[in-house]
Nanobody, 121 residues
Framework: QVQLVESGGDLVQAGGSLRLSCAAS????????WAWYRQAPGKQRERVAY???????NYLDSVKGRFTISRDNAKNTNYLQMNSLRPEDTAVYFC???????????????WGQGTQVTVSS
């Protein structure tokens, strides 16, 4: 069973930056897809960014040019660098991964517990 643990959420002023981290652990596995989602109060969860196999990244239009997703395979960790933050970026951010679990011999989807990002105006 793969566990994802996020960190890095905080309260920041508009225009500031944060870097979220998501560390994966739990047996032998390989991450095929990493993604970050967010959910603001009263709104549906939306996908902010994702990348497949360390290839090109894809972003929600409203974060393009401000957010960058990256991975460190040696550390089984994914990052979301968030610059020029806006109040509308305020949400709980969730790490998501599709991982091949060598013990189970199958690919499954996993979620982190979420980390709060609050951007003040």
């Amino acid at each position: 069973q793969v566990q994802l643990v996020e960190s890095g959420g905080d309260l920041v002023q508009a225009g500031g930056s944060l870097r979220l981290s998501c560390a994966a652990s739990g047996g032998r596995f390989s991450i095929n897809l990493w993604a970050w989602y967010r959910q603001a109060p009263g709104k549906q969860r939306e996908r902010v960014a994702y990348e497949v196999g360390g290839g090109s990244a894809n972003y929600l239009d409203s974060v393009k040019g401000r957010f960058t997703i990256s991975r460190d395979n040696a550390k089984n960790t994914n990052y979301l660098q968030m610059n020029s933050l806006r109040p509308e970026d305020t949400a709980v951010y969730f790490c998501n991964a599709w991982a091949f679990d060598a013990r189970l011999g199958q690919t499954k989807e996993y979620w982190g517990q979420g980390t709060q990002v609050t951007v003040s105006s």
